[in-house]
C-alpha cells in the first residue's frame, strides 16, 4: 500500500521566514505533485514534479524531487501572510492515474 | 484551458434522500475521471476512479450500490449519493485527466450536508 507521509502537519511561521515543508512516499515513483488549498475550495495546482532532481520554483515557493530517496521538499523563501493555506503533496497510485495525497501541512504565516 | 466544473457547489438534503452530483471538463476530453472525498480538516481519500463507458471502479471500503458513478460521456461524469445519511455530510471534488497528460485537473468541489 502507497504511503505518502508529510511533516510538519501544522507550521506556524512569521513573515519574512524561511521554511521547507517534507512529503516522504513509501513506493517507487517518479512523479509528484503539490497542491495548495485554502479554506472551503478546492485544490489548487502547484508543481508537477516529473523526474529525478526535478527543481520548480514560482515565487516563494520552490519543489524538488528525489525520486531514489522516495522525498520531496517544498521550501518557502521569505514567507508572507498570502502563504497561510493548507499544502499537500500527492504521488500516482500503482495504476498510475490517481493520486494519493499525504495529509496536508497547514501553515498559517504570522506577522 | 483545462477547466473541470461542478454542479451544484453546495447542496443540503434530508436524511435519507439521494443527492446527484455533476462533474464536468469543459475544454478537453476527460478519459478518465476521480472522485474524492473530503472530511473536514483531514485529506483527499479516493473514492472511485471513472472511464467514459465503463463500470468505475471502487476503492476498497466504499460502497458501490451507495455511491454510484456513471461517465455516460469524455466530457461528464456523475456521483448519486443514494439514501444519505448525516454521516455522508463531506466535500466531493472530482478531478480530470486527459489521455496524454500527467495533469489531473480538479473542479472546485461540492459541499454536501445531509440533515
Known amino acids: 500500500e502507497l504511503k505518502v507521509e508529510q511533516n510538519p502537519l501544522f507550521l506556524s511561521m512569521q513573515e519574512g521566514k524561511n521554511y521547507t515543508i517534507y512529503c516522504n512516499y513509501s513506493t517507487t515513483s517518479d512523479r509528484l505533485y503539490w497542491y495548495r488549498q485554502d479554506p472551503g475550495k478546492s485544490l489548487e495546482s502547484l508543481f508537477v514534479l516529473l523526474s529525478n532532481g526535478a527543481v520548480k520554483q514560482e515565487g516563494r515557493l520552490m519543489a524538488s524531487l528525489d525520486t531514489k530517496a522516495r522525498l520531496s521538499t517544498l521550501h518557502i523563501t521569505a514567507a508572507v501572510h498570502d502563504l497561510s493555506a493548507t499544502y499537500f503533496c500527492?504521488?500516482?497510485?500503482?495504476?498510475?492515474?490517481?493520486?494519493?495525497f499525504g495529509k496536508g501541512t497547514s501553515l498559517l504565516v504570522t506577522p | 484551458g483545462a477547466v473541470v466544473s461542478q454542479h451544484p457547489s453546495w447542496v443540503i438534503c434530508k436524511s435519507g434522500t439521494s443527492v446527484k452530483i455533476e462533474c464536468r471538463s469543459l475544454?478537453?476530453?476527460?478519459?478518465?475521471m476521480f472522485w474524492y472525498r473530503q472530511f473536514p480538516k483531514q485529506s483527499l481519500m479516493l473514492m472511485a476512479t471513472?472511464?467514459?463507458?465503463?463500470?468505475?471502479?471502487?476503492e476498497q471500503g466504499v460502497e458501490k450500490d451507495k455511491f454510484l458513478i456513471n461517465h455516460a460521456s469524455l466530457t461528464l461524469s456523475t456521483l448519486t449519493v443514494t439514501s444519505a445519511h448525516p454521516e455522508d455530510s463531506s466535500f466531493y471534488i472530482c478531478?480530470?485527466?486527459?489521455?496524454?497528460?500527467?495533469?489531473?485537473?480538479f473542479g472546485p468541489g461540492t459541499r454536501l450536508t445531509v440533515t
Open positions: 500527492a504521488v500516482p497510485s500503482n495504476s498510475g492515474y490517481a493520486l494519493n
Open positions: 475544454d478537453f476530453q476527460a478519459t478518465t
Open positions: 478531478s480530470a485527466t486527459r489521455a496524454t497528460a500527467y495533469e489531473q485537473y
Open positions: 471513472s472511464n467514459e463507458g465503463s463500470k468505475a471502479t471502487y
